[in-house]
T-cell receptor, first 116, second 113 residues
Framework: AQKVTQAQTEISVVEKEDVTLDCVYE???????LFWYKQPPSGELVFLIR??????QNEISGRYSWNFQKSTSSFNFTITASQVVDSAVYFC?????????????FGQGTRLTINP | EAQVTQNPRYLITVTGKKLTVTCSQN?????MSWYRQDPGLGLRQIYY???????DKGDVPEGYKVSRKEKRNFPLILESPSPNQTSLYFC????????????FGPGTRLTVT
């Protein structure tokens, strides 16, 4: 079965602190894809990153970085020098095969609040 | 501009009154799907469509219907809405399947009283 767990329901930090959002996944597929989406207070879902299971290189995009470790089935997301605009709900998602069909399974989401 | 549109954005209705939420994409995507978002549960897939006239159930299909008569449109139909269908609904589209980035619509907040 496919499953994504975001154990941190809510995180609150002060601006400029670094913060890491955890994502742990379960799958039996050898080929799968992992995603992070951001949902700001306005409600839309914003794509942040897509990673395939064969690419374990860490990725950095400005203040955002992602650490993919197959050995621990984790795909964690770090925001460096957080800003108030980073306040949002963040979703980790896994795309894989369930009963022959491609499915996208989301974690429960982590609500991140950056306080000024 | 590449986008997924949904209408209406907000809807308050009463139990049992049939409604349709429309979804349209302009990216010529094959794959479209509907999700509902509930607190503490993340997004759960309701129905999906791999292409025109090809639809299948997701994880929570009860109480919903869909159709895919045209590639760009994928309406969600609630024939007899109930209060437990009060939720935030998202339509999404992508190339081929969920291995690709999903482009989400702006969401429809539905309240059933």
């Amino acid at each position: 079965a496919q499953k994504v767990t975001q154990a941190q329901t809510e995180i609150s930090v002060v601006e400029k602190e670094d913060v890491t959002l955890d994502c742990v996944y379960e799958t039996r597929d050898t080929t799968y894809y992992l995603f992070w989406y951001k949902q700001p207070p306005s409600g839309e879902l914003v794509f942040l990153i897509r990673r395939n299971s064969f690419d374990e290189q860490n990725e950095i995009s400005g203040r955002y970085s992602w650490n993919f470790q197959k050995s621990t089935s984790s795909f964690n997301f770090t925001i460096t020098a957080s800003q108030v605009v980073d306040s949002a709900v963040y979703f980790c998602a896994l795309s894989g095969t369930v009963q022959g069909a491609q499915k996208l399974v989301f974690g429960q989401g982590t609500r991140l609040t950056i306080n000024p | 501009e590449a986008q997924v549109t949904q209408n209406p954005r907000y809807l308050i209705t009463v139990t049992g009154k049939k409604l349709t939420v429309t979804c349209s994409q302009n990216m010529n995507h094959e794959y479209m799907s509907w999700y509902r978002q509930d607190p503490g549960l993340g997004l759960r897939q309701i129905y999906y469509s791999m292409n025109v006239e090809v639809t299948d159930k997701g994880d929570v299909p009860e109480g919903y219907k869909v159709s895919r008569k045209e590639k760009r449109n994928f309406p969600l139909i609630l024939e007899s809405p109930s209060p437990n269908q009060t939720s935030l609904y998202f339509c999404a589209s992508s190339r081929r399947d969920t291995a690709y980035e999903q482009y989400f619509g702006p969401g429809t907040r539905l309240t059933v009283t």
